[in-house]
């Protein structure tokens, strides 16, 4: 939970960053919270588009599903 509110402290301080959506989706996932995870992912790929690691694991979560 100390991890999860470091995340969401340092999307409040950058919000436009994708990088700290990838790294809170990443911990997320971590927690098994898969559906606020995809939405931080999908967030982080609307900020940068052409997000090489977003991108890498956005396939993998599709080839999950």
């Not at 340092?10 to 436009?16: C, E, Y």
């Amino acid at each position: 939970k100390e991890a999860l509110a470091a995340f969401d402290a340092a999307l409040g301080l950058n919000p436009s960053d994708p990088e700290a959506w990838l790294d809170a989706a990443r911990a997320r996932k971590a927690l098994g919270q898969e559906t606020r995870a995809r939405k931080m992912l999908d967030h982080a790929l609307r900020l940068d588009p052409d997000h090489a690691e977003a991108r890498w694991l956005k396939a993998e979560e599709a080839l999950e599903d």
